[in-house]
């Protein structure tokens, strides 16, 4: 009696994963064994390995990922720290994900509003007489807006993970002697790793993908393993190439969960 | 006097429109075990977290060897704490954790081995180096705890209600324990605790503190034998108040009787409260009583029985007696003078001490009188 009704109450999650889980990656597994016609080949991995093409939009993608996320990294953890300290944290947290509620077109239009250019900043730069310049469609303008949109995901987690700090410990480790700044960096960033893991992985995964705003405020001048799976699914059609691309980011994804786990130290406890 | 190792003098603290602390003066001599005793709220950790460091005074002054330390960062001042939930670093273990201070001060790493092997051995730990924090007991992190805060030499130990999250038997242990080392290191322990049978058993010198006051401070016997209110009366100790009438100096009057006492100086028919204590009350035959009661309830204590009765007048009596006795039953309740005890009503300790100290004097003058 008890386990049918446990069985009945997972049956929504188990349809569920079957349906936009498991189903979905069986799919793409299978198409990137099939060429334009259907047909079982390895040609798309052999294409994939052999192009320097590929490889270098791979490594691009890895690494402007990298870069994004280091850059929210160093915004995000000292905001986050100061946020945990404020009087009204729960309200500053708000505004960092109020953002996040507006539909992510509408802040690339609102970039490409401040950067075009005939633009805000352009503006601005000419005001104070070093402009107008090239914003748009360059690299940078590309990490800045993909910064601006995974900051709050990477604070998130820090933040709670700060929070979650006892006071008692950085109490204790003043007490013995550490420095405000010693007690930062021996006490309070190793115990808020977990957090930092989080972020990275909140952050770095998502960015890999991203195609949107490398169209729009990178003019197709960045192509991201994102942007390559787009093209290849609605410009050339060629479904098996795309979910090609689509195998290789989901194991990039299963290392950078793999790199970021919560490591067991000797003695088996969780470490941060 | 030698200089108080550690002196508030007008200490206050207060969030916005809370008073926690009003005015404290205190002295700590170096090289002793004092406990700060109250219930919760009553301001017994403000103090310690100020004399730490971790608070910052609203006025007045700390000074610590003679030195004002109001401004000195808690990093800089040489007292260590021992925390009520032990805040030991849960991404560290024993080792690091007990050479934390050490390895912050750049000591050489033999040195920092040997200490905390010392320290280790000290709290009856050793050999625990290589363990996880998540391994230990409570009490073993509690141990551990002690070690990390004497493994710095602190010239003064704080204890924020170290003991309350063991077992009796355990806290028993301990309670030893601590006076142990604390003898053996010869430095000074400050305790802060709620609980007043642990006060009692550990101190050299308590302050009893109530609603952001020190309402009194003494030797544990001085502050059991004489509460100086009906505050400390209740909290220290189990207590019979009843109200009473001094009659004049050596004579009260209580549950409608005159008693023979110890206490003087104070003005004639003043209405005071006395205090007996249930351990000192006998019960005896109905005729031999100086009161006559009427059991109503008793309970088994294990080494003794916890008898409630009441009296003529309706006061209430709690009575520690090795027999059993019989509810329904009228019994005589006997007690010599120097059992009673007589609070004054909004005493002041400066007063009480005062008043006290004089007539402690008139006594010896008096036995000198009789002598010649």
């Known amino acids: ?272 | 006097m030698a200089q108080p190792i550690i002196e508030f003098k007008h200490v206050a603290k207060q969030y916005d429109d809370t008073v926690v602390l009003k005015s404290v003066d205190l002295e700590i001599e170096a090289g002793k075990f004092y406990t700060l005793l109250g219930p919760s709220g009553s301001g017994k950790t403000t103090i310690l977290r100020l004399i730490a460091g971790f608070l910052e005074a609203s006025s007045g002054d700390i000074l610590f060897e003679g030195e004002r330390i109001n401004d000195v960062p808690a990093e800089k001042r040489r007292v260590n704490t021992v925390f009520q939930n032990y805040a030991l670093f849960p991404n560290m273990n024993v080792f690091e954790n007990v050479a934390f201070g050490m390895s912050i001060k750049g000591k050489p790493k033999n040195e920092i081995k040997a200490k905390v092997a010392e320290m280790l051995e000290l709290v009856k730990l050793g050999g625990y180096e290589d363990r996880e924090i998540s391994e230990l007991s409570g009490g073993q992190q509690q141990r551990v705890a002690i070690a990390r805060a004497l493994a710095n030499d602190p010239e003064v130990l704080l204890l924020d209600e170290p003991l309350s999250a063991l077992d009796y038997k355990l806290r028993k242990d301990m309670q030893y324990e601590l006076r142990e080392i604390q003898k053996r290191l010869g430095i000074t322990f400050i305790f802060v605790t709620h609980d007043q049978e642990e006060a009692l058993a550990m101190s050299d010198w308590i302050f009893v503190t109530n609603e952001g006051e020190i309402v009194q401070n003494g030797t544990p016997v001085d502050i059991y034998d004489e509460p100086i209110n009906h505050f400390v009366a209740d909290f220290i100790g189990e207590s019979n108040i009843v109200p009473g009438v001094m009659r004049e100096d050596y004579l009260v009057s209580f549950a409608g009787k005159e008693f023979e006492n110890v206490d003087g100086g104070m003005r004639p028919n003043e209405q005071v409260e006395v205090v007996l204590r249930p351990e000192d009350l006998d019960l005896v035959a109905e005729e031999d009583g100086k009161l006559v009661v009427t059991i109503d309830d008793q309970s088994f204590r294990g080494d003794y029985y916890e008898i409630t009765a009441h009296d003529d007048d309706q006061n209430e009596w709690q009575v520690q007696a090795t027999n059993p006795a019989v509810i329904g039953e009228r019994r005589g309740l006997y007690f010599d003078p120097e059992d009673i005890h007589i609070m004054r009503l909004n005493e002041s300790e400066e007063d009480f001490d005062a008043r006290l100290e004089q007539y402690d004097d008139s006594e010896e003058d008096e036995e000198g009188a009789d002598e010649q």
């Open chain 1, 1 to 272: 009696m008890s386990n049918k009704r446990t069985f009945s109450y997972t049956v929504p999650y188990i349809l569920w994963l079957v349906l936009f889980v498991v189903a979905p990656v069986v799919l793409l597994i299978v198409q990137s064994f099939g060429n334009i016609y259907g047909h079982f080949t390895l040609d798309n991995y052999a294409t994939y390995f052999s192009s320097g093409t590929y490889l270098r939009m791979t490594f691009n993608s890895v690494f402007f990922a990298f870069i994004v996320t280091v850059i929210t990294l160093l915004i995000s953890y000292p905001m986050a720290y100061i946020m945990s300290r404020l009087k009204n944290a729960q309200f500053w947290l708000l505004l960092v994900i109020l953002p996040t509620w507006v539909n992510l077109l509408l802040k690339a239009y609102a970039f490409i509003g401040l950067f075009s250019k005939t633009g805000t900043v352009n503006n601005f730069l000419s005001f104070i007489g070093i402009g107008p310049h090239q914003i748009m469609f360059t690299d940078t303008s590309f990490m800045i807006v993909a910064a601006y949109i995974e900051i709050p995901f990477m604070i998130m987690p820090i933040f709670n993970s700060l929070v979650e700090l006892d006071r008692s410990l950085i109490n204790a480790a003043r007490d013995l002697g550490a420095t405000p700044w010693q007690t930062l960096t021996k006490v309070i960033i190793p115990m808020s790793m977990s957090g930092v893991k989080a972020g990275i992985q909140a952050v770095f995964i998502p960015t890999l993908s991203l195609f949107m705003i490398t169209r729009l405020i990178g003019g197709n001048r960045v192509i991201t393993l994102g942007t390559a799976i787009e093209e290849h699914f609605l410009v050339t059609q060629n479904w098996g190439m795309g979910s090609t691309i689509g195998v290789i980011l989901i194991i990039a994804m299963a290392a950078t969960m793999f790199f970021t786990r919560d490591r067991k130290k000797k003695g088996g406890r969780r470490r941060g």
